[in-house]
């Protein structure tokens, strides 16, 4: 088995890795960007060019979502597999006269960061049961939660995964901004953080809300308020009204 990885980002980086560990071979990785292939080639001793599309029986598409159909009727070959790394693109946005799939793994990638790979649910959409088995056999490689999921469902979990990743986060780097102001050092938050995160393994999320919104505490909510100001207050005003609703204050 042939296997071609395209793009040099934060997924297909950590892509290439999880392969390399588990010693499924990666014929080639390609992309457009040389400086950044030429890294994870020389890390990971992966072939890399960003001229030549090798031929391969499986190409797995790694680049940003809007790029995804562009860089797909690159490849040419016709008896190949192709998949995308996409949580929210259909399938079909692969525009070739191959088999087309979707290879998507639930984790927030970034290339500094170092992964448990075997934790990371994978989820896989193909054309035929022959791919299907194919890509499971692969991802249970790597993974050892491997499912499958229609793009209906897909689309719901990438959404979800917004909520609980990409805007907590973005959430932390709003919190730090505030600690910075006040030459606070956010390293004291870390202890809540990782306590807020490890208290929703035990507690539903919602049973578990504590703060000023939940207990319905008016005078704080207005004194905090009157501290904040752009975005940051109306982030802070939109997620007190949505507590308030969520608990019929
Ligand atoms: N990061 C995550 O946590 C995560 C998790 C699950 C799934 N995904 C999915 O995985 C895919 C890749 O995401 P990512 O986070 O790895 O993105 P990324 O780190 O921003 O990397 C994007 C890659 O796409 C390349 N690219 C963009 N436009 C291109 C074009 N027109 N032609 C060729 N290459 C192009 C970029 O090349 P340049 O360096 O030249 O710009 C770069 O190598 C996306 O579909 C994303 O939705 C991401």
Known sequence: MQIVIIGSGNVAYHMAKAFSLKKIPVLQIFGRNGEELKKIS??????????YLENADLYIICVSDNSVESVSQLITKKDCLVAH?????PKEILKGAYRKSSFYPLQTFSKSKELDYKKIPFFIETENEGDKQLLFEIASKISENVMESSHEKRKYIHLTAVFACNFVNHLFARAKEISDSQNIPFNYFLPLIDETVQKIYEIEPKAAQT??????????????????????LEIYKTMNHSIQKMYEL
């Not at 790394?85 to 693109?89: D, K």
């Not at 703060?211 to 940051?232: C, F, I, M, T, Y």
Request: no cysteine; net charge negative.
């Open 42 to 51: 020389e890390e990971l001793d992966i072939p890399y060019s960003n001229e």
């Open 85 to 89: 790394t996409s949580g929210f693109l």
């Open 211 to 232: 703060g000023p919104a939940v207990r319905n505490d008016v005078r704080v909510l207005e004194l905090h308020e009157q501290l904040l100001k752009d975005e940051s």
